[in-house]
Structures are given as structure tokens and as C-alpha cells.
């Protein structure tokens, strides 16, 4: 059986789903402009951070980051200016992820609506996306895991599709199918303990041929 033939519970009859989607690491590689936001923010601060390991745990909110670099009196100023030196040094040189613009057309496609909920600061978020020619329909921040429920239940997500076990939890609170693609900082087996519903072992490449089956069967 394939990864994604799982079984999975039965979607609500009518149009597809709105869809929700993570940012870093599901519809974009952030990494080499975050790492160049970091080593930015080290060199003003003179504050040593290790930018090639940070770029190895995303997922969770900049301020837990931030905590093994910085005393905890300092991670508010820290957080507030790497946010403000993020859009000259992080958009540039971040890309999109493998078949993320054909997994947002997919959605479309189908009659759904495709929605971006992320942990990273919204004005940075929707910089990366329109740079990068990725238009969903809506977009909230700053928000981790359950917290992501939150915006999903607004959106009316039936699906969020994440690379990292915190979304999977954040589906999980909204009450949706947890899609989960091992591209971030968690592999399948460990996304699949954490209890995803479908895992696409092969990326966002396998989004579009699942959706269409998953809509199929709705």
C-alpha cells in the first residue's frame, strides 16, 4: 500500500475542501534566507548563533529559536529586529518548494480554496509568497501548532497539508485531515507517530493525484 492509499476519515459531501497549507519547508525553502537573516542579526548583535543548525528545526515560533542564543530578557528586541532585517536578507534568496504552486493550482482546480497558516510573521509570509508568485487566498501568522486551529476553523479547512509534526497537531485541534510531507525536519515514520492521516512520501508531487482522488471520494 502506498503511503498515501491510506485509509482516512470520510470528508462532509459537496465542493472541495478548502485547503490549508504550511509555509516553511511545505510551500517554500526558507532555509538559505533565514540562515542569511540569522548571521545578519549575529553580526549586529554580536550575539553568536550557529545559523546552519537553526535552519535544521523549523517549524516552531522564532522566539523558541531564539531562546538558545539570546538571555531571555533579550529575545523580545531580537525577535523584533531578525522580523525587521528579515525582508532585506530572507526573501531574495528563499525559493519554492518542489510542485508548491502545482499543489495551490490544484485547489483551485478543483473548486477548493487554498489558504497559507503559518507560525512565521505574516507581513514576511505574504512577501515570500508574492515574490515567489504563490497566490492562496488568504494568509494568517503567527501561529504555532494547536494555535494553527485557530485560523483553520475560520478558514473552514477540511485539510491542512504541513511538514512537521506541529502541524499535524494543529490539523488535528481544527478537527482536519492531516496531509504531512516529509521535506522539513521530520521524516515520514516520525510524522506518521505523531498522527498524520496521509503522508505523500514523495512531496508535493504526489498532492495533486491525491487531492483529486481525495475530492472523488467526497
Not at 462532509?12 to 533565514?34: E, H, K, N, Q, Y
Not at 546552519?52 to 529575545?75: N, Y
Not at 505574504?126 to 494555535?147: Q, S, T
Request: glycine share 10%; hydrophobic share 45%.
Amino acid at each position: 500500500m502506498a503511503p498515501h492509499d491510506q485509509e482516512y476519515p470520510a470528508a462532509a459531501p459537496g465542493p472541495a475542501p478548502t485547503v490549508g497549507f504550511d509555509l516553511d519547508m511545505t510551500l517554500i525553502d526558507s532555509r538559505p534566507g533565514i540562515r542569511a537573516a540569522y548571521e545578519a542579526l549575529s553580526a549586529e548583535t554580536g550575539v553568536h548563533i550557529d545559523a546552519a543548525l537553526t535552519v535544521t528545526r523549523l517549524g516552531p515560533p522564532l522566539e523558541q529559536e531564539l531562546a538558545h542564543w539570546f538571555p531571555e530578557k533579550q529575545i523580545p528586541e531580537a525577535a523584533e529586529r531578525y522580523r525587521e532585517l528579515y525582508p532585506r536578507y530572507a526573501i531574495e534568496p528563499s525559493t519554492a518548494m518542489p510542485n508548491a504552486r502545482e499543489a495551490v493550482a490544484a485547489v483551485r482546480a478543483a473548486g477548493g480554496r487554498a489558504v497559507v497558516v503559518t507560525a512565521k510573521h505574516e507581513p514576511n509570509a505574504k512577501l515570500h509568497l508574492e515574490h515567489l508568485g504563490i497566490e492562496p487566498d488568504a494568509v494568517a501568522g503567527w501561529l504555532w501548532a494547536e494555535a494553527k486551529a485557530e485560523a483553520l476553523l475560520d478558514f473552514g479547512a477540511g485539510v491542512y497539508v504541513g511538514d512537521h509534526t506541529g502541524d499535524v497537531r494543529g490539523a488535528a485541534a481544527a478537527g482536519a485531515l492531516s496531509v504531512a510531507v516529509p521535506t522539513g525536519p521530520c521524516d515520514a515514520e516520525e510524522l506518521r507517530r505523531a498522527g498524520a492521516d496521509v503522508v505523500l512520501a514523495g512531496g508535493l508531487g504526489e498532492f495533486p493525484g491525491w487531492f483529486a482522488g481525495y475530492c472523488s471520494r467526497r
